[in-house]
């Protein structure tokens, strides 16, 4: 099965310490449907870097309750306890996206640049799955086959050949 690419807006200064390998899960209070290893997420960077930064690889996503999903990420989630505490406040359940590999395009990929491509971007509040077109237009402009970093993809196109 080909991967399933999600694209997610995350808070400019994490994205920072994505790339530079001092995060490695993702945190959130609403499990994205269908995400599973080998799966891709596109990389936004918020305001006011306002642009699409790379590309990760799902190695698994995990729900618990926070007090034990705290034990797993502190020293792997980019933020101090409080802030953790806060964010999952009245959150019965917590999810974590850990991932490998991640890919920083060359050049990052504008706010200004993907509307004129892609006239109906918006960055998403929470989470959106690419159809195959966007999954194109963005491996385009990336100049990156992107999908060629999965290794779910890899495999799906081994199995395709067979």
């Excluded at 406040?89 to 060359?106: G, L, R, V």
Aim: charged content about 30%; glycine content about 4%; hydrophobic content about 40%.
């Amino acid at each position: 099965m080909s991967p399933n690419v999600l694209l997610l807006s995350i808070h400019h200064k994490y994205t920072n310490m994505i790339f530079d390998g001092n995060k490695r899960v993702e945190l959130r209070r609403v499990r994205p449907r269908h995400l599973n290893e080998g799966d891709l997420i596109l990389v936004y960077a918020t305001s006011p870097e306002k642009a699409l930064l790379g590309v990760l690889e799902v190695e698994k996503v995990v729900e618990m309750s926070p007090k034990k999903l705290w034990r797993i990420v502190k020293d792997k989630a980019g933020i101090n306890y409080e802030t953790f505490q806060k964010y999952y406040e009245n959150s019965p359940n917590a999810f974590a996206i850990f991932f490998k590999k991640p890919f920083s395009f060359d050049t990052p990929i504008t706010l200004e640049e993907l509307r004129e491509e892609w006239s109906d971007f918006r960055p998403p509040q929470c989470y959106y799955y690419l159809k195959e077109m966007e999954i194109n237009l963005v491996k385009t402009m990336a100049k990156c086959d992107i999908l060629g970093l999965s290794e779910k993809f890899k495999i799906y196109q081994t199995e395709l050949l067979s």
